[in-house]
């Protein structure tokens, strides 16, 4: 059982958490922000230019796009007796920028797309306007407007429902959709086939306890008396707030219904509506 | 070993695969006396311990295409011949040969120009070769790699730059005097972001000294099994204990190159 198990996701949509709990319940112990599982992104420049071997600010990016696949070839080559894990924000397209042959799995995880325009405007710095726009636009990618190569090669999203829709009905390898709300709800039967696919045997209690050291509390605490690499630096803070519903209170209602005009029958399909 | 830089090439069949390959990534795969890298639009080369590098480029790669790459095959065939480098740039500061190397896309290029630009002659850009014993600086690049809108921050006219490649919208550009060699006397290392303020602090320990080199070698993933763990050891070890090895920590990002430069400065009366 190698491989790679994909933590896929939406920006925003409660990977950070999702690694915490598989880093909890893979260690027993508390939980490091600086090593959490499935720490670098699948697009970060760095890992990209270990695995391929060579610098990939000299190529485009269509050619970094054909590369990728071969990254996680040598990748998964040194997974052992459990899958590699790796988090990742691309969509799955027509052509992946994943190698389908190295996949073992993908956990991915979904969240009402309003709570994730909340949380991504907050944390990208940018107006609600700005992330709903986002949210919408076909065919995104990340970076937009690059000046020159960043941490991160370019990212294809797509809408928030081509991202869901590409990675959920896919057929190439298993997938588990795990609900953000459900996993808020009631963690344990929600975190635990993700557990399982990860190649970790826990009893319930233990992956309780995994659940209890990954609590969206503790992480805000360390994050408060560490720092954490992964925020933003216009960001006030990583964790802010970690609930389900909290675009009631933040997300004007025009915007709120642009979102649903836009991804209305993917967010009926998930429970959202 | 013949160490001149940028290697000699010659346009000449290349096989697309190596067969019993003894380490490979996802461009580079090598076997005990051959190393081939395939870049996707760009074309195949195929280097050995001594000679030209084959190339065999793609139908519509360009010469400057084929010479942006020609640094991958080359680090990869001075593995052959047992010589390891490292992924940084190095400048001459004030007669002390500095190696500042950082995560990919990590300034370490925007740093260099900005020494560059205060009169720090520039010995690499990219290809940090560090041989001997005590170990000698040598140069490679005499060119800085630099994006327009960093160039427009230090003041330099994109248009005196050399073009990388046409898809790119990065330029090169000749910036400084030109030193020759120098004794390597330190190795900065550039991190990614961090909370707190800028800071430069020595890493102790010849261990993790070692550590941080082995972590910035170029075809990190060959080097063992190409050079071999002692000799790898030997020269992380030699680098590591002639060389101080300093870390940037903090956002550096919230900082200007030739600030950044002038702290580098700092360190080096």
Not at chain 1, 198 to 219: I, P, Q, S, Y
Not at chain 2, 14 to 19: A, M
Request: hydrophobic residues 45%.
């Amino acid at each position: 059982m190698t491989g790679i198990l994909w933590l896929a996701s939406y920006p925003k949509s409660g990977n950070t958490w999702l690694r915490a709990v598989l880093t909890a319940a893979r260690s027993g112990a508390d939980v490091d922000l600086d090593a959490l599982a499935g720490a670098a992104v699948a697009a970060s420049r760095d890992v990209l230019e270990d695995l391929l071997g060579v610098p990939t600010t000299d190529l485009t990016s269509a050619e970094i796009d054909r590369l990728r696949p071969g990254a996680d070839d040598v990748a998964a080559a040194a997974a052992r007796s459990e899958p590699l894990l790796r988090k990742i924000h691309d969509a799955f397209g027509a052509e992946p920028v994943i190698s389908v042959a190295a996949a073992h799995a993908a956990v991915y995880l979904v969240r009402d797309p309003r709570d994730v325009a909340v949380s991504m405007a907050h944390h990208s710095g940018v107006s609600f306007e700005e992330a709903v726009r986002r949210l919408c636009v076909p065919h995104a990618t990340a970076p937009l407007h690059p000046a020159r190569p960043g941490k991160q090669v370019r990212q294809y999203f797509g809408t928030w429902s081509e991202h869901v829709l590409g990675w959920v009905d896919q057929r190439r390898f298993p997938v588990y959709v795990l609900r953000y709300e459900d996993a808020l709800a009631d963690p344990v039967p929600a975190f635990a086939p993700a557990v399982r696919l990860a190649g970790f045997d826990l009893t319930d209690e233990a992956l309780a306890a995994a659940v209890r050291r990954a609590d969206f509390a503790v992480l805000a605490d360390l994050e408060s008396r560490s720092g954490f690499r992964e925020r933003p630096p216009h960001a006030e803070r990583f964790f802010r707030r970690g609930r389900a519903g909290g675009w009631r209170d933040e997300l004007p209602a025009a915007l709120a219904e642009r979102i649903v005009d836009r991804h209305g029958e993917v967010m009926t399909r998930f429970g959202y509506l | 070993m013949d160490l001149a830089w940028p290697p000699a090439w010659r346009l000449a069949p290349v096989p697309e695969r190596l067969p019993d390959p003894v380490a490979s990534t996802g461009v580079v795969t090598a076997t005990a006396d051959r190393v081939l890298c395939r870049i996707p639009s760009v074309g195949r080369f195929m280097a050995r311990a001594r000679g030209p590098i084959d190339v065999r480029p793609e139908r519509r790669a360009t010469d400057a295409d084929v010479r942006c790459f020609l640094g991958v095959a080359g680090t990869a065939r001075w593995l052959l011949g047992g010589v390891p480098t490292l992924r940084g740039a190095a400048v001459a500061l004030n007669g002390a040969g500095v190696v500042i190397c950082g995560p990919a896309a990590g300034g370490t290029s925007a740093l260099t120009a900005a020494l560059a630009l205060r009169g720090h002659g520039v010995l690499a850009d990219r290809v940090a070769l560090v041989t001997g014993d005590p170990p000698l600086l040598r140069r490679t690049d005499d060119e800085v790699q630099l994006w327009p809108d960093m160039a427009d921050a230090l003041d330099i006219p994109s248009t005196v730059g050399r073009v990388v490649r046409p898809a790119l919208a990065k330029r090169a550009y000749r910036l400084g005097p030109e030193p020759s060699a120098v004794p390597l006397r330190a190795v900065v290392l550039l991190p990614g972001t961090e909370p707190g303020p800028v800071r430069l602090t020595t890493v102790d320990g010849a261990e993790e000294r070692s550590a941080e080199l082995h972590g910035r070698e170029w075809h990190r993933r060959l080097v063992a099994p190409l050079l071999g763990k002692p000799a790898r050891h030997t020269w992380a070890a030699s680098v590591a204990g002639a060389a101080r090895v300093l870390r940037f920590s903090g956002r550096l990002h919230d900082l200007h190159p030739t600030a950044l430069a002038a702290k580098v400065e700092e360190a080096f009366p």
